[in-house]
DNA sequence: TTATCAGTTAGAGTATACTCTAAGTCAAGA
DNA sequence: TCTTGACTTAGAGTATACTCTAACTGATAA
C-alpha cells in the first residue's frame, strides 16, 4: 500500500505518468482511499513494473492497452493474450536484430575515425 | 543519378519523407536538373541508406543532423563527428540492453501461458 | 496546343506518448 | 480556523517524426 508520491519515486515515473497509464488502460485501476487518493497495493506495483519495462522497450501502449483489457476480461482471454505477446516478440526481436546491425555500422565508422580519417588529418598538419 | 521516384522504391522510403530528410539537413543538398529536379547521385544515396539504417535502429534525428552539419563543414570537424557517434554508439547499446531483457521477459511470460495458464483453463473445461 | 504526369514548394495536419495547467478537494499541523 | 501541501480531474499543450494538401512548374505524348 503506497501513494502515488512513493510509486512515481520507486520506478522513476513522473506521476502524471502513472495517472495517465491509469486512464487509458495500461495498468487495471488502482485502488482508492475513502477519499479518492491512490492507494497502490502489489498488484498495481507489479504491473508498473512490467508496463515501464515493455515501454522501455518501445513496445506499443496500443498493444499493452489490449492486454490488459483482455486480462480483465478473465480467464478466458489466455489465448487472446499469449498472441498479443507472441506478435510483440517477434515484433521486439527484429527491432533488436535492426539495431544490432546498426550498432555494427556505428561500430565501423568509428573505427574508420580512429584509424584513417582523423590520422589523416593530424598528419596534414 | 536517379530520380525521387526511383531513389523512393529502391529505398522503400516515401517520396514526401526524402524530401523531408533534405529540407531538415538530415542528408546533404540533393544534386538537381536545371529544371530544378533532383537528381540523385552515388553520394546522396549512400547518405540515404546511412540514414535509413540509423533512422530504423531509433537513433535521433537532431544528432543525425548535427553529424551532417559539422560533415558539410568540413574535415577539421572529423573529432566532434567522431564524438557524436560515440555517444549515440553508447545510447544505443544500453537500448539494447533494455529491449533484450523485455524480450527475455516476454519469452518468459509467453512460456508460462504455454505451461501453465493455458493448460489449467483447457483442464477446467 | 493541350492535357497529363512527375516533379516542386511552403506550410498545415496527424500520430504517439506524454506533460502541463487550472481548478478544485481533503487531511493535518499551527 | 486557517493554511499548507499532496492529492484529484478534465482537458489543453508539447515534442518528435513524419504525412498530407494546395498551388504551381516544366517536359512530353496525342
Given at each position: 500500500?503506497?501513494?502515488?508520491?512513493?510509486?512515481?519515486k520507486?520506478?522513476?515515473i513522473s506521476?502524471?505518468?502513472?495517472r495517465?497509464?491509469e486512464?487509458i488502460?495500461?495498468?487495471?485501476?488502482?485502488?482508492?482511499?475513502?477519499s479518492?487518493?491512490?492507494?497502490?497495493?502489489?498488484?498495481?506495483?507489479?504491473?508498473i513494473?512490467?508496463?515501464?519495462?515493455?515501454?522501455?522497450?518501445?513496445?506499443?501502449?496500443e498493444?499493452l492497452?489490449?492486454?490488459v483489457k483482455?486480462?480483465?476480461?478473465?480467464?478466458?482471454?489466455?489465448k487472446a493474450?499469449k498472441?498479443?505477446?507472441?506478435?510483440?516478440?517477434?515484433?521486439?526481436?527484429?527491432k533488436?536484430?535492426?539495431?544490432?546491425?546498426?550498432?555494427?555500422?556505428?561500430n565501423?565508422?568509428?573505427?574508420?575515425?580512429d584509424?584513417?580519417?582523423?590520422?589523416?588529418?593530424?598528419?596534414?598538419?
Amino acid at each position: 500500500m503506497a501513494t502515488i508520491a512513493e510509486v512515481s519515486k520507486k520506478y522513476d515515473i513522473s506521476q502524471a505518468t502513472l495517472r495517465y497509464y491509469e486512464k487509458i488502460g495500461l495498468i487495471p485501476p488502482v485502488p482508492r482511499s475513502k477519499s479518492g487518493i491512490r492507494d497502490y497495493d502489489e498488484k498495481s506495483c507489479g504491473w508498473i513494473e512490467l508496463m515501464k519495462c515493455m515501454r522501455s522497450a518501445g513496445i506499443q501502449i496500443e498493444a499493452l492497452i489490449e492486454y490488459v483489457k483482455l486480462f480483465q476480461e478473465g480467464e478466458h482471454t489466455a489465448k487472446a493474450r499469449k498472441d498479443i505477446l507472441v506478435d510483440q516478440r517477434d515484433i521486439l526481436e527484429d527491432k533488436i536484430k535492426r539495431m544490432q546491425e546498426s550498432l555494427d555500422k556505428l561500430n565501423y565508422k568509428i573505427d574508420r575515425y580512429d584509424t584513417v580519417i582523423i590520422p589523416k588529418m593530424e598528419k596534414r598538419r
